[in-house]
């Protein structure tokens, strides 16, 4: 069984079926494509390049798909799923509009027993989440936000008719990704628009552009090379890190790199120089030039010195790409609250108290991010040996081994999980790693005469040691991020993602395999397969 009908899930129903195992599909919303699905906000966009943010294991998917833009839209990368999921005719395995509630592990017959929202009960041999790293959204306690008679919405959330501002006073809490992307759009109909603002964040112009067909021509003629490439790579992507350090080189020649890279667009900025993430005086260099450019844009100094984030390393948090969203802040019709120094009191019948000031709104926007990695596995009630649920498991920070399962949860698998690099570069270059690993796994495991799979303590322990430790070599701990799980109050500080490198982490995940699966315990199951 799979859990989710985002890419994860759709390439993980298509491989396992590849491979002779039956599979059945849960998904919650009505269509496929996830994150996609779900985030249909004004000016949803991914930050990775369009010809590389897609699937590769189809080599005539990737001839025949045409990417418009650099940096593709949500509609876009929406309609790719749809397709995806007719021309691999993936629907008719999968069950929309249905959430899974819960799965316990049976220990009497190695079965997953999962239960779904529609109340369906269904018994699995292995159970795949492919539901997502930053799909579990997450809505502050703010006192009164039941009361508010406007509309409210969260960005990841967004309705499928839209939403109207035009003519309306909008407000919206949050400037991450989400918010970064929403403001300008939102800017651009809305009577009056007010942002409220914690915490600063450093945001890359996407200098996004329609694709020329050369341009596609090329990238299609070197496909298999250029996928190659990322995948031995250190982020991911085939745009080189510059090896030299910020520190090396003389003040006029860092300006013109810095420039470089600047109109060059979006995350490849941070590769500047080689130590930019890992070293503070290096980084500071990178963090001035971006708050220059902030000061630059933004043309009343009280309010660009608001948004010049100045309390965490640049790229400690997920760096943003934007289209305009500094120069949103010129138009008369936009205001910035920092909510740092005017503090949400109440949100109210009709609209938000800050600092002692009533701000009215037709139209309340959270862009207030996710319980990210941990809470869409965590949300489900999912029971292992013993009883224990994972999120008790997972109470003091998730552990897992690879990312890709944890200890107690036989025959279950956490696809792009924690301890995974998946956040830290491209998303569908984590999911087509981490299910080939798991669809090798399984037949290898039937070639071979077993059907349980389940990662060692001792492996998880050492995998969660040495994940904590490649973090140590970065600057990622530097800030309070949904890396570390800061955003959510109560949870544990603890950085999720694995920042060794996507190409070693891959080579560690091959080796594993190829030494008959160290670190996990193979076996046979107690009762023949479910029906
Ligand atoms: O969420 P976030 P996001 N009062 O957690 C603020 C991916 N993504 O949805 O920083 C007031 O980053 C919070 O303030 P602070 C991408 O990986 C990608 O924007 O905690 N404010 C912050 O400003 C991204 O990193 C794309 O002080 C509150 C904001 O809400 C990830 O998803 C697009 C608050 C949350 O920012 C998450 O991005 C969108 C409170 N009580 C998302 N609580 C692209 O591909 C929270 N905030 C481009």
Redesign the pocket.
């Known amino acids: 069984m799979v859990v989710g009908a985002g890419f994860g899930g759709m390439y993980a129903l298509y491989d396992l079926r590849r491979r002779g195992f039956t599979v059945r599909v849960f998904e919650r919303g009505s269509g496929v494509g996830g994150t996609w699905f779900w985030?249909r906000y004004p000016g949803?966009?991914?930050?990775i390049e369009s010809m590389e943010y897609s699937y590769s294991f189809d080599e005539d998917l990737q001839q025949e798909w045409t990417w418009s833009q650099r940096y593709p839209t949500q509609p876009e990368i929406l309609a790719y799923a749809e397709h995806v999921a007719d021309r691999f005719d993936l629907r008719r395995h999968i069950t929309f509009g249905t959430g899974v509630g819960a799965a316990a592990y049976d220990e009497g017959t190695d079965v997953w027993r999962v239960t779904t929202d529609t109340g369906e009960e269904v018994d699995a041999r292995f159970l795949v989440l492919a539901t997502g790293v930053?799909s579990a959204t997450r809505v502050?306690e703010?006192p009164g936000l039941e009361r508010f008679r406007g509309q409210l919405h969260h960005?990841?959330r967004w309705p499928v008719d839209g939403v109207d501002v035009t003519g309306k006073r909008v407000g919206v809490?949050?400037?991450?990704?989400?918010?970064i992307?929403v403001v300008p759009q939102l800017a651009a109909d809305a009577a009056r628009l007010t942002v409220?603002?914690?915490?600063a964040?450093y945001s890359i112009s996407a200098e996004n552009d329609r694709l020329t067909e050369e341009q596609i021509r090329d990238v299609r003629a070197d496909y298999p090379a250029i996928r190659e490439k990322a995948r031995r790579s250190f982020t991911g992507s085939t745009v080189p890190i510059n090896r030299q350090s910020a520190l090396a080189v003389p003040e006029d020649e860092r300006r013109a790199q810095f420039e470089a890279r600047w109109k060059l667009g979006g995350f490849p900025f941070l590769g500047s120089y080689d130590d930019v993430m890992r070293d503070l005086d290096a980084n500071e260099l990178a963090a001035e030039f971006v708050r220059d450019k902030i000061r630059s844009i933004v043309r009343d100094p009280a309010v660009a010195e608001l948004l010049t984030p100045d309390d965490h390393p640049i790229g400690s948090?997920?760096i943003c790409?934007d289209t305009g969203y500094f120069a949103t802040f010129n138009r008369s019709n936009v205001r910035l609250v920092s909510?740092r120094e005017r503090p949400?009191e109440e949100i109210t019948e009709t609209g938000l108290r800050a600092g002692g000031e009533h701000h009215e709104l037709d139209v309340l926007v959270l862009?207030?991010?996710?319980d990210?990695m941990t809470g869409s596995f965590t949300r489900i009630d999912i029971r292992g040996r013993g009883g224990q649920t994972l999120a008790a498991k997972w109470a003091d920070g998730a552990r897992t081994y690879l990312g890709v399962q944890t200890a107690g949860f036989p025959n279950l698998f956490t696809l792009t999980g924690p301890g995974s690099p998946a956040?830290l570069c491209n998303m569908f270059l984590a999911i087509e790693q981490h299910v080939d690993w798991v669809g090798r796994a399984l037949s290898t495991m039937r070639e071979e005469g077993h059907d349980v799979i389940e990662a060692t303590v001792e492996a998880e322990e050492q995998w969660t040691t040495h994940v904590d430790e490649a973090a140590d070599g970065t600057l990622y701990k530097h800030a309070?991020s949904?890396y570390v799980g800061s955003?959510v109050p109560g949870k544990a500080r603890v950085f999720l993602p694995y920042a060794g490198g996507v190409g070693r982490y891959r080579k560690i995940c091959d080796s594993v395999a190829e030494d008959g699966y160290r670190g996990f315990v193979l076996g046979r199951a107690r009762a023949g397969t479910p029906a």
Do not use: E
């Open positions: 985030n949803a966009r991914c930050d930053l502050p703010f960005t990841a809490i949050g400037t991450g990704s989400s918010g992307q409220f603002q914690r915490t964040n948090k997920r790409v909510v949400i862009a207030t991010g996710f990210a956040v309070n949904w955003n």
